[in-house]
C-alpha cells in the first residue's frame, strides 16, 4: 500500500492540533502513536508544557496522586506539597500513553477533568486547570469497554476526535522512505555519514509483516550497525519471516518415539515395525530418552 493509507488515516491533524478537544490516538505499538502525539502538541496554540503520563508505568494505588497531586499531610510520608501531572500541564498538554491501563477508580476523576476542568488534590481544594489532553490507546481500548474495564463515558469523551494509526504492513509503499529516514538518524547520532542500505535487503523488508511496526525496523537497522564497521547495512529476515522455526533433530526422534507407543498401547514390537527399525533399537531409544 502506498502512503495514501498514512495520509488518511491522519486527514484533519492540522485542524484537530488547533482545536482544545481531546484527542485519542489509537494503534498497535510501534507505530509512531507517541511520536505523533508530540506533534500535534508541537503544531498547537497551547503555551504550557507537553506534560507526559505513561499510566501502564505508575501503580495503581499512586496514580491518583501522580495525575492530581497532594497536599503536605494527605497520607502518611506527604511532607511537603505535590503540584502533580495535571497541574504542571496547565496551558499545555496532558498527553496520557496506555490509558487503557488507567484503574478504573481514577477514571470517573479523569472524566471531571475533561468535562469541567476541575479536580481536586489529595488532601486539597478543588482545583481548575486548562489542560489539553491527548490520549494513546491500543485497539484493544473498545473491547475493554465492551468489558467493562473502561468507563463508556469517558471513551465517548476521549474520542471527539480520534486517529488510528495503520500498522507498518499496510504501508509498504512507504518502507523506502522510511528506511532513509531512520538511516539519517541513525547517520547523524552516530557521525556515520556513509550508511547506505544494501538492495537485497529491501525485498525481503518489503514481503515482511512487521508486527513490531516501527519500533522493529529501526532496531533492527540500529542493530545492524552497531554489529559491524561496514557502511552497507544487511540485515537479514527474522526467524519468524523465514517460516517455522524447525526442530531439533532429537526433538522429533523424541515425539515419534512416544507417538508409535501411544499408538500401539505400549506393544514394543508394532512401535517399533510403524517406525521402520528392529525392537532393539527401540528400546536402546527408550533408553536414551528415558520414556518408561
Known amino acids: 500500500m502506498s502512503s495514501s493509507v498514512l495520509a488518511q488515516a491522519l486527514r484533519g491533524a492540522e485542524r484537530a492540533a488547533r482545536a482544545d478537544t481531546p484527542l485519542l490516538i489509537l494503534g498497535e ?65 496532558l498527553f496520557l500513553d496506555h490509558i487503557e491501563e ?18 481536586a488534590p489529595l488532601g486539597g481544594a478543588e482545583a481548575h486547570c486548562d489542560a489539553r489532553v491527548i490520549a494513546v490507546a491500543s485497539d484493544q481500548l473498545p473491547q475493554r ?57 529491501l525485498e525481503w523488508m518489503e514481503g515482511y509483516s512487521w508486527p513490531g511496526n516501527l519500533r522493529q525496523l529501526r532496531n533492527l537497522l540500529e542493530r545492524e550497525l552497531l554489529s559491524g564497521d561496514s557502511p552497507t547495512l544487511s540485515p537479514g529476515p527474522p526467524f519468524d519471516a523465514m517460516g517455522e522455526r524447525p526442530k531439533r533433530l532429537r526433538d522429533l526422534e523424541l515425539e515419534e518415539v512416544k507417538k508409535a507407543l501411544r499408538y500401539t498401547k505400549g506393544h514394543q514390537g508394532r512401535a517399533a515395525a510403524l517406525l521402520g527399525i528392529s525392537r532393539k533399537s527401540l528400546w536402546e531409544k527408550r533408553k536414551r530418552f528415558e520414556i518408561g
Open 29 to 93: 505499538a510501534g507505530t509512531g502513536r507517541t511520536t505523533f502525539a508530540r506533534a500535534l502538541h508541537d503544531a498547537s496554540t497551547r503555551t504550557g508544557a507537553l506534560v507526559e503520563v505513561d499510566v501502564a508505568t505508575i501503580p495503581a494505588s499512586l496514580f491518583e496522586s501522580e495525575l492530581f497531586g497532594y497536599r503536605a499531610g494527605a497520607f502518611s510520608g506527604a511532607d511537603r506539597n505535590n503540584a502533580g501531572r495535571v497541574t504542571l500541564a496547565r496551558q499545555g498538554t
Open 102 to 119: 488507567l484503574p478504573l477508580e481514577t477514571q470517573p476523576k479523569l472524566l471531571r477533568l475533561l468535562a469541567e476542568g476541575a479536580y
Open 145 to 201: 469497554v465492551q468489558r467493562g474495564l473502561f468507563r463508556e463515558d469517558l471513551y465517548y469523551r476521549l474520542d471527539v476526535i480520534s486517529f488510528q494509526m495503520p500498522p507498518l504492513r499496510q504501508r509498504k509503499g512507504d518502507l523506502a522512505e522510511l528506511v532513509e529516514v531512520m538511516l539519517e538518524e541513525l547517520r547523524q547520532r552516530y557521525r556515520r555519514f556513509d550508511l547506505v542500505l544494501e538492495e537485497t535487503a
